[in-house]
């Protein structure tokens, strides 16, 4: 299957994109991966994003395009993908579409994980970071540390960052509403978004997700 996952910040589409494409057995292609990989490896599109991102620009839309498509035409891509974070806007999802079309494919399912708005501040914004090691992570309401700012793992002190305050939050939230909210649109009118409630735990949004792309495949 070739699926995009789009939704919000705090929707946990890094997660699930995991948990899908291990279940799908097809490639997570996440455009955080697709630069990092690109800039360590100093390919031109590397270089390239990274003379943008070292002048504090946002990087081109055909930048971001052609990293994707050379990561999409890998062998192991070869029977399908999971795109997450890419396309971000409806020029880049205009440019998927040719791509793909000159490819003779398509894409199979736009898959939207929805999510209140105040679950995504409170998830979000109640995140804590240890500072001795940023992979210990709690939350307040969620994951509490038994006692209070301090890591249960290894004693460092846990805080909030800086992108994760409410403030920030909501402005992420404006940014994903209008740039990014419109490729659901986009994808509705060619009939391939299935939604999906993003609420629960993982492993329960993971089945959801599975039944509803299994559904959509089967009337299709």
Do not use: W
């Amino acid at each position: 299957m070739r699926i995009v996952l789009v939704g919000p910040p705090g929707a946990g589409k890094g997660t699930q994109a995991a948990f899908l494409a291990k279940n799908l057995s097809i490639p997570h292609i996440s455009t955080g991966d697709l630069f990092r990989a690109n800039i360590s490896q100093q390919t031109e599109l590397g270089k390239l994003a990274k003379s943008y991102m070292d002048a504090g620009n946002l990087v081109p839309d055909e930048v971001t395009i052609g990293m994707a498509k050379d990561r999409m035409e890998q062998p192991d891509a070869e029977g399908g993908f999971l795109l997450d974070g890419f396309p971000r806007n409806v020029s880049q999802a205009e440019a998927l579409d040719e791509m793909l079309q000159s490819e003779s494919m398509k894409l199979d399912a736009v898959l939207d994980l929805e999510v209140p708005e105040e679950e995504v501040v409170k998830r979000i914004a109640g995140r804590r970071i240890c500072r001795k090691d940023s992979s210990h992570v709690f939350h307040v309401t969620y994951s509490q540390p038994k006692k209070e700012g301090v890591c249960d793992v290894c004693a460092g002190e846990l805080y909030q960052r800086d992108d994760d305050s409410e403030e920030t939050v909501r402005t992420r939230l404006e940014v994903y509403h209008t740039q990014t909210e419109p490729i659901i649109d986009y994808y509705k009118a060619q009939g391939l978004v299935v939604t999906i409630s993003a609420l629960g735990k993982v492993e329960e949004v993971t089945a959801r997700a599975m039944e509803a792309l299994q559904r959509d495949e089967d009337g299709k």
